[in-house]
């Protein structure tokens, strides 16, 4: 059974202004998730699945999902903040979604096979589409708790123009996930890269360091594991008190990891990132492109 991709594209995209999922940055309108996708069917996947917003539907329809008729099937699942399980309710004042664990739990009904997760905004190249297709399609059938991430090195992406987000990873012996931990601010600081820490002290780490760009393969049963911890995390007091407390990927494999439920391999790429984290990024990601356009890595017209 081919594997599916799960595409992100729930945010407004707080730090670039705007739907940046719908910005045509290639030579013909192309977005980032098109080459995505292209990538991804190269790479052998089977379908692909979107959440999305349910107020920017008919926008995305139009001017997304038409574009793929014929090429490979797609459909479209919704993140709201009142999509909670039974027994609990959106506080009244939160307008934060509720993270990218959660949108992924959007997808539960639909996929039913080995899933890809990547966010929608972020360029991942070709390479890492074939390194995680490669697991997720040699899985036996039936495999439970064998998931994976792709490892990017961390000195290949980041943006000129400001911090960036990015999951820090640590790996055993065996080269499986033994920490994640989201670092919300990521640049280099007079030379070296840094992270900045709880106490807002600036960390360097080696280049090579391997982080999470939110691309990991599943198994469906990560939809299982997802709904009781889900539970867990409304229950905390804590987390109603938060109207900006998010429920993240890497919060739920760290359980699963701990737990020792499941094993999360890394897999790793010399793939370079590039992305739209900031409007000043745009220029660069246009002529990114269009480098790759004229080498011929992509057709003038992908769709």
């Not at 594209?9 to 940046?20: D, E, F, H, I, P």
């Not at 290639?26 to 977005?31: H, K, W």
């Not at 080269?175 to 900045?196: A, D, S």
Request: charge should be negative; hydrophobic fraction near 40%.
């Amino acid at each position: 059974m081919k594997p599916t991709l799960l595409l992100l594209a729930a945010g407004m995209g707080s730090r670039y202004g705007g739907l940046k999922q719908l910005d045509g940055l290639g030579p013909n309108g192309e977005t980032i998730m098109d080459y995505s996708i292209y990538d991804a069917v190269k790479a052998g996947f089977g379908k692909i699945v979107f959440v999305i917003r349910k107020d920017f539907e008919q926008d995305f329809r139009e001017k997304i999902l038409k574009k793929y008729e014929g090429h490979v099937p797609a459909e479209l699942c919704f993140q709201s903040l009142d999509a909670l399980p039974e027994g609990f309710t959106c506080p009244e004042d939160r307008v934060k979604p509720w993270g990218t664990n959660h949108a992924v739990m959007m997808a539960k009904d639909i996929i039913k096979e080995p899933f890809c997760v990547i966010n929608c905004d972020d360029f991942y190249n070709r390479d890492a589409f074939q390194v995680i297709g490669k697991f997720l399609a040699e899985l036996p059938e039936g495999s439970r708790n064998k998931y994976a991430m792709v490892g990017f090195r961390v000195g290949n992406t980041l943006s000129e123009n400001g911090t960036v987000a990015r999951g820090i990873c640590s790996k055993d012996g065996n080269g499986n996930l033994t920490t994640v931990v989201e670092r919300t601010e990521i640049m280099r600081v007079e030379g070296p890269v840094c992270y900045k820490d709880e106490e807002g002290q600036w960390v360097a780490v080696d280049d090579n360091t391997p982080v999470s760009m939110n691309m990991w393969g599943f198994t469906p049963d990560y939809f299982e594991h997802s709904e009781a911890y889900f539970k867990e995390f409304l229950a905390d007091p804590k987390t109603m008190q938060n109207l900006k407390a998010e429920f993240f990927i890497p919060l739920m494999v760290n359980k699963l990891i701990n737990d020792g439920t499941s094993t999360v391999q890394v897999l790793d790429t010399t793939s370079k990132w590039f992305g739209v984290t900031y409007a000043a990024d745009r220029d660069a990601t246009v002529a990114r492109i269009q480098q790759l356009v004229d080498e011929g890595v992509y057709p003038n017209h992908l769709f």
